[in-house]
């Protein structure tokens, strides 16, 4: 079968960094994409990782290590706006598996 | 930017209804596809297109049919709603690069319920 596992919930306190892990074991694997989805809207794209190691995106970065079927997304200076729920997702040959999300809850 | 657009934000339907879900695209994209969300268990794909007229399954096609006539249209019906069918629907639709592959837009999402 395919499955990814992330966290529930993670908690942080506001100007913190936290990490939301995720391991994935699918049939396919092209690369690994982080979306972010604030309450009542639509998934939007953050970031994604096709080789192994560290992509940077300003506050956001994504690190991926294939050969341990491994990935984490990385959120610094944590704002309230932070606040949402987070999903990794497996390039499977032109489908996206999906995690069933982490919810970050950040704390003032 | 992309947009993508769905007919309704809420919907509220009864059990055995026909339901329509309407999704249209504007950035020319190949790849279209239908997902339910629920609590605690992410994205799940009800089924995808490449092209026009193509529709495959995904993991969870029963109960639903999909048609898509037009490149930038992709509909989703519930041939007889049911209650177990109550969810968020998504929609999304894509393009391939080589840089980040398969990155998805999603619309706004239908919140539909069936009483």
């Known amino acids: 079968g395919q499955s990814l596992e992330q966290p529930s919930e993670v908690t942080a306190v506001e100007g913190a960094i936290v990490q939301i892990n995720c391991t994935y074991q699918?049939?396919?694997?092209?690369?690994l994409s982080w979306y972010q989805q604030h309450d009542g809207g639509a998934p939007t794209f953050l970031s994604y990782?096709?080789l192994d190691g560290l992509e940077e995106t300003g506050r956001f970065s994504s690190f991926l290590s294939r050969s341990d079927s491994y990935g984490y997304l990385l959120l610094q200076e944590l704002q309230m706006k932070d606040s949402a729920s987070y999903f990794c997702?497996?390039?499977?040959?032109?489908?996206?598996?999906w995690g069933a999300g982490t919810k970050l809850i950040i704390k003032p | 930017d992309v947009k993508v657009t769905q007919s309704s934000r809420y919907l509220v339907k009864r059990t055995g209804e026909k339901v329509f879900l309407e999704c249209v695209q504007d950035?020319?994209?190949?790849?279209m596809f239908w997902y339910r969300q629920d609590p605690g268990l992410g994205l799940r794909l009800i089924y995808f297109s490449y092209d026009v007229k193509m529709k495959e399954k995904g993991d969870i096609p029963e109960g639903y049919s999909v048609s898509r006539e037009k490149k930038e249209r992709f509909s989703l019906i519930l041939e007889s709603a049911s209650t177990n069918q109550t969810s968020m629907y998504l929609c999304?639709?894509?393009?391939?690069?080589?840089?980040?592959?398969?990155?998805?837009?999603f619309g706004p999402g239908t919140r539909l319920l069936v009483l």
């Open positions: 997702a497996v390039d499977s040959n032109y489908q996206l598996i």
């Open positions: 990782n096709g």
């Open positions: 699918t049939s396919g694997f092209y690369g």
């Open positions: 950035m020319d994209h190949e790849n």
């Open positions: 999304a639709s894509s393009f391939y690069n080589s840089g980040t592959r398969e990155t998805q837009y």
